[in-house]
């Protein structure tokens, strides 16, 4: 399986609304973006990619996409920092929420009716389609038209694009992957579907999932600390994650000998919804590219990182 590590384009918790509200709007101005899942209810109850029988509402259960990564990232610097583009102290990035196949293969751009990537990666797909870029208002006016000024402060602060935007990012995660996953379809908003109302509850999403794993805070309560002259050894880190998942993460490394550590991955199969339903942790697919020994888990700059609040 092969996914981009980080997007350099060139071009279960609740967050609270009322904290990070924009001054200009209230909690009666938000607009809902939960899907119709009244007809999920009295539905067989089963796990992506282990039902028995055959799931006939894709809108109540992950068909499309059942075997879900939940992807975070290690980067050191931005390359936006002059912009105010800083990654979070003390917290591992969000990569994304991966909808792969129960066999491990996975599809991309499913929907290009939906494409909002501005630069898209790859800009062919395997059967030949061009994926065209995306030229029109960034998905950042999507949040914001939906009144989300408190999930956009979220994603700006733990979801950190390296090189360009952060929406460029955000605009790639839903338009290769949240395509790809049945229940984010836009027949699962209906009625009353409001455009874009299935992006911002992607969004919404990918951040409830990314809470469910602080990796950073694992890895340092077992003594596994960012460090420019200690190196670690595989089995340490798999061993301090697994200890509070119950599975083993695929662990990404480049460098020429694997030996640089930027990537955590967390497999699921999902009961009910992606939205809402119940995670369960699952042993990587995917072997790991790390080095048996001598991974650096390298420290940030300290002027690409902003002090956060949990």
């Known amino acids: 399986m092969f996914k981009l590590s980080l997007i350099s384009l060139a071009t279960s918790v609740s967050i609270g609304h009322a ?22 209810v009295g539905l067989p109850v089963q796990y992506s990619c282990e039902n028995t029988t055959i799931l006939t509402n894709s809108c109540c259960n992950v068909v499309q996409g059942g075997l879900v990564l939940q992807t975070q990232y290690w980067n050191t610097y931005t ?18 929420l991966w909808p792969d196949n129960c066999d491990s293969s996975y599809d991309q751009y499913c929907d290009l009716s939906r494409q909002y990537d501005p630069a898209p990666s790859p800009s062919t797909l395997p059967d030949g389609t061009v994926v065209p ?16 000024y408190d999930l956009l402060k979220y994603m700006d602060t733990y979801w950190v694009n390296q090189g360009a935007p952060n929406e460029d990012f955000w605009a790639h995660e839903f ?11 836009v027949a699962c908003y209906e009625p009353g579907y409001q455009e874009h109302k299935e992006v911002v509850n992607f969004y919404e999403t990918v951040t409830k999932v990314f809470q ?18 200690t190196t670690y050894t595989l089995s340490q880190i798999t061993n301090a994650l697994y200890s509070q998942t119950g599975a083993v993460p695929y662990l990404g490394c480049f460098g020429s000998s694997g030996t640089i550590l930027d990537e955590v991955w ?5 009961l009910g919804t992606e939205q809402y339903g119940h995670f369960k942790t699952l042993n990587s697919t995917t072997p790991s590219s790390c080095a048996e020994t001598g991974i650096w888990y390298y420290e940030r700059t300290p002027t ?5 609040s949990y």
Not at 178 to 185: E, K, L, M, N, Q
């Open 133 to 148: 870029p995306y030229q029109g208002p960034s998905v950042r006016t999507f949040i914001q038209d939906f009144g989300r």
């Open 304 to 308: 690409s990182e902003r002090v956060v």
């Open 175 to 185: 338009s290769k992957h949240a395509t790809c996953t049945s229940t984010f379809d």
């Open 19 to 40: 904290e990070f509200l924009h001054p200009s709007r209230s909690t009666q101005n938000l607009f809902t973006t939960y899907p119709n899942i009244d007809a999920c």
């Open 266 to 270: 967390y497999f699921h199969h999902v």
């Open 79 to 96: 390359g936006l920092e002059s912009q105010g583009q800083l990654l979070p102290q003390g917290s591992w990035g969000i990569h994304g």
């Open 212 to 229: 469910m794993y602080p990796t950073y805070n694992i890895l340092a309560a077992t003594g596994i600390v960012p460090s420019n002259t």
